[in-house]
């Protein structure tokens, strides 16, 4: 399974808007990992920022 997958499915499982942090300890990946997948997932607008700092999937 691909980082950008393990990280989307961790935003889905914690239900609401997380912090880079957040995913790291839910998933136990590196934070560059969780960076670099965080950062794919923005550009494929995958991922969505309701709030400064915090993320959740997109709709």
């Given at each position: 399974m691909s980082d950008t997958t393990v990280v989307l499915e961790a935003m889905k499982k914690a239900g609401k808007p997380v912090r880079t942090g957040d995913i790291v300890d839910l998933c136990g990946l590196e934070r560059k990992a969780v960076e670099?997948?965080?950062?794919?997932l923005k550009a494929e607008a995958k991922i969505v920022s309701p709030k400064r700092c915090f993320w959740e999937p997109g709709k």
């Open positions: 670099k997948a965080m950062k794919e």
